[in-house]
């Protein structure tokens, strides 16, 4: 059983307000040619296929081209909803498609879509699992968060092994324990959470605190575990506990990454061989650094690289009137300027709004607490935002 395993596609996604649509189209045809040169058994997609839960018209005409020529191929296309996604529009028109091979996941109530696949040596289950909270799992199994642990245990059935269901890795022990997986078989799962020491890039969400993490010890009844959330290709725990990584590079923290499509052969049981298949973007994502003066010389760029997205970094010591027009005359995708030089370096004036991205909402506001207050936060106040982001983000 041979299968492409990507993730992240985020269709419709806008970076420092460049629309990425041109990109997308161009990488999504690599992956059709792909499909069509090497014949997999199915194309995985575990999340994350869209940037924004209402899509805009485009991204949804790009993805239904996609899906439309993918099923011509007589290829099976699996795909989960993600932390971007809408569950509901991406299960929609679920059991239409299914006739076409598209097999979508449906809202997660505490059941999980199983599509069976057939190779020469048996049956493969594939387990699509989309993106969810502890919010979503303790509703669907009827656990009360309000109660204390015994009693939800009787609510949930004297037999029950999840009395409670705090934590993301109690989230997705519970839903996994619901499938009842035969551990004899061959088992794939697609999901799409964080994985405990994986590593993010900036492009990512970033919860309070680590709380979203998942402990790869849950995997254990799964063969392989495509994995979608994180937009570096990378394994956790075991090779086969797997980010294929996202098929775009999505910001600058990720311009050495290598993007790729992972092929995953699945053999007797227990028996995963993983390799890759290099994509190559329309335009490429680079970091430069220097004078303004070398950096505009005829020779710092070809016709070809000086329309890549580009983050550029100016030495000089003086600042430059009107440079991001400047620059932009020459290389047209320019998203960021910055300088690099004696100011900068000794500018000790404190940058309250630096690296956001990088930055969890707890931290943002110990930052705003900070400057109101002219004090940290104490312990106390930090879990009781702690707690109260948490609560936000579930509702």
């Given at each position: ?8 596609l ?25 499909t ?14 869209y ?8 991204a ?51 059941t ?7 190779d ?115 394994w ?6 797997r ?24 053999k ?15 335009r490429?994502?680079?970091?430069l650094?220097?004078?303004y ?13 000086k ?8 030495t ?41 991205d ?24 930090q ?13």
């Amino acid at each position: 059983m041979k299968f492409f395993h990507l993730s992240d596609l985020h269709l419709g996604k806008r970076l420092k307000e460049f629309s990425l649509l041109e990109d997308q189209k161009y990488i999504l045809e690599q992956i059709l040619s792909l499909t069509e040169e090497h014949r997999p058994d199915a194309v995985v997609i575990a999340g994350d296929v869209y940037d924004k839960s209402v899509p805009s018209a485009e991204a949804v005409e790009l993805f239904d081209d996609f899906l439309t020529r993918m099923a011509k191929l007589q290829t099976p296309v699996l795909i989960i909803s993600g932390n971007h996604d809408s569950p509901e529009r991406i299960a929609f028109g679920a059991d239409l498609m299914t006739g076409s091979g598209i097999y979508m996941s449906p809202v997660y109530d505490g059941t999980v879509r199983k599509v069976t696949l057939k190779d020469e040596l048996g049956p493969v289950d594939f387990y699509l699992l989309p993106f969810i909270k502890p919010v979503h799992v303790r509703k669907a199994l009827g656990v009360d968060e309000t109660a204390t642990e015994n009693e939800a245990a009787a609510d949930a059935g004297a037999d029950s092994k999840f009395p409670e269901i705090k934590t993301y890795t109690q989230a997705m022990e519970a839903a996994i324990q619901q499938m009842q997986v035969d551990t004899t078989g061959r088992n794939v799962l697609i999901t799409h959470q964080f994985v405990t020491n994986a590593i993010r890039s900036e492009s990512e969400e970033i919860s309070v605190g680590g709380s979203d993490n998942v402990d790869a010890s849950v995997f254990a009844p799964f063969d392989y575990v495509a994995l979608g959330h994180l937009h570096g290709p990378q394994w956790v725990d075991r090779e086969t506990v797997r980010y294929c990584g996202s098929p775009l590079k999505y910001s600058f923290s990720e311009v050495d990454q290598e993007k790729s499509v992972t092929v995953v052969e699945m053999k007797g049981k227990g028996c995963v061989n993983i390799g890759t298949l290099p994509l190559k973007p329309l335009r490429e994502m680079r970091k430069l650094k220097g004078a303004y003066n070398d950096l505009m010389d005829r020779k710092s760029y070809t016709e070809e690289n000086k329309k890549d997205y580009l983050h550029i970094t100016l030495t000089d010591e003086e600042d430059i009137l009107g440079v991001m027009d400047r620059l932009q005359a020459v290389y047209p995708n320019v998203m960021e300027v910055q300088y690099d030089n004696t100011r900068t370096r000794t500018n000790s004036r404190v940058e309250g709004a630096v690296d956001l991205d990088k930055k969890t909402p707890l931290e943002l506001f110990e930052e705003f607490f900070k400057e109101q207050n002219g004090k940290e936060m104490d312990s106390t106040q930090q879990e009781f935002v702690r707690t109260l982001i948490e609560k936000i983000k579930e509702a």
